[in-house]
T-cell receptor, first 115, second 111 residues
Framework: DGGITQSPKYLFRKEGQNVTLSCEQN?????MYWYRQDPGQGLRLIYY???????QKGDIAEGYSVSREKKESFPLTVTSAQKNPTAFYLC??????????????FGDGTRLSIL | GQQLNQSPQSMFIQEGEDVSMNCTSS?????WLWYKQDPGEGPVLLIA?????ELTSNGRLTAQFGITRKDSFLNISASIPSDVGIYFC???????????FGAGTRLFVKA
């Protein structure tokens, strides 16, 4: 079945450590996104990518980095510069702007906790 | 920046009751979306609205795209316990790329 796969489901980070969250999609979507969700809060955009080898900062990009070397993959690295990384991270994808306005579809998320 | 005001923030209802929630914005959107998020899961798209005035149903769910393109509502009829979750509205901006999300309505259903 087509979909968005995020891994791992749960992740623990030590102080000063970088961690990478995986996001893979087999929907042939051009656009991919990363959001952060804090308890009882909505979704805040971290980074997005409209096409391979291109990405833009969202509203809360500081302390995060991404890459888009393949269409189906958009990994997110939470760096040691992110002082409050504990949150639920959601990856999403959509067909892409070139093919009209289409909704985003989400993975099942990764819960990151700091040790 | 663009913001969506979603209300109510939370609702506590009895099984079988109807539910209504809405989103308003000071900006115009070309597309309105409604998602549901179960605990520990990602949001799932319920209904997408593409045209001002459009009224769309999905089972017990009905959503409308406001005529002014600045608001939308979602109704759930005859609620059941599995309706529990967080409901998000979202608008696609006129540029067609960035999605703006509301803060969510938390629905609790008592059997």
């Amino acid at each position: 079945d087509g979909g968005i796969t995020q891994s791992p489901k749960y992740l623990f980070r030590k102080e000063g450590q970088n961690v990478t969250l995986s996001c893979e999609q087999n929907l042939n979507h051009d656009a991919m996104y990363w959001y952060r969700q804090d308890p009882g809060q909505g979704l805040r955009l971290i980074y997005y990518s409209q096409i391979v080898n291109d990405f833009q900062k969202g509203d809360i990009a500081e302390g995060y980095s991404v890459s888009r070397e393949k269409k189906e993959s958009f990994p997110l690295t939470v760096t040691s510069a992110q002082k409050n990384p504990t949150a639920f991270y959601l990856c999403a994808s959509s067909i892409g702007r070139a093919r009209g306005n289409q909704p985003q579809h989400f993975g099942d998320g990764t819960r990151l906790s700091i040790l | 920046g663009q913001q969506l005001n979603q209300s109510p923030q939370s609702m506590f209802i009895q099984e079988g009751e109807d539910v209504s929630m809405n989103c308003t914005s000071s900006s115009i959107f070309n597309t309105w979306l409604w998602y549901k998020q179960d605990p520990g899961e990602g949001p799932v798209l319920l209904i997408a609205l593409y045209k001002a005035g459009e009224l769309t149903s999905n089972g017990r769910l009905t959503a409308q795209f406001g005529i002014t393109r600045k608001d939308s509502f979602l109704n759930i009829s005859a609620s059941i316990p599995s309706d529990v979750g967080i409901y998000f509205c979202a608008g696609l901006d006129t540029g067609g790329f960035k999605t703006i999300f509301g803060a969510g309505t938390r629905l609790f259903v008592k059997a």
